[in-house]
């Protein structure tokens, strides 16, 4: 089983960056795959990006070129770094496991100001 919790999320102006993190409760090495997704109020969750544990990545059209996902194993964390955000980025923002079983995280709250 793994527990994840989400952090970073905040209230930023369009064009700022944010680092969001999510941090497991035990190694990430065994982890397939990891991902964001993000919800905006009224529709559905999305993928956001995603990486496998070999490093390769996987974006959203809407994101690519502003957000990198990495992931970081002797911290058991990934991590988004999000640039040049925009207020459609505005989302709870949730992390995803797979193992085989799939896991959530519980969220936090990017909000970009026009």
């Known amino acids: 089983q793994v527990q994840l919790v989400e952090s970073g999320g905040g209230l930023v102006q369009a064009g700022g960056s944010l680092r969001l993190s999510c941090a497991a409760s035990?190694?990430?090495?065994?982890?397939?795959?990891m991902a964001w997704y993000r919800q905006a109020p009224g529709k559905q969750r999305t993928l956001v990006a995603s990486i496998t544990s070999a490093g390769l990545t996987n974006y959203v059209d809407s994101v690519k070129g502003r957000f990198t996902i990495s992931r970081d194993s002797a911290k058991n964390t990934m991590y988004l770094q999000m640039n040049s955000l925009k207020p459609e980025d505005t989302a709870v923002y949730y992390c995803k496991a797979v193992t085989g079983y799939v896991y959530w995280g519980r969220g936090t709250q990017v909000t970009v100001s026009s």
């Open positions: 035990r190694s990430i090495v065994g982890i397939n795959t």
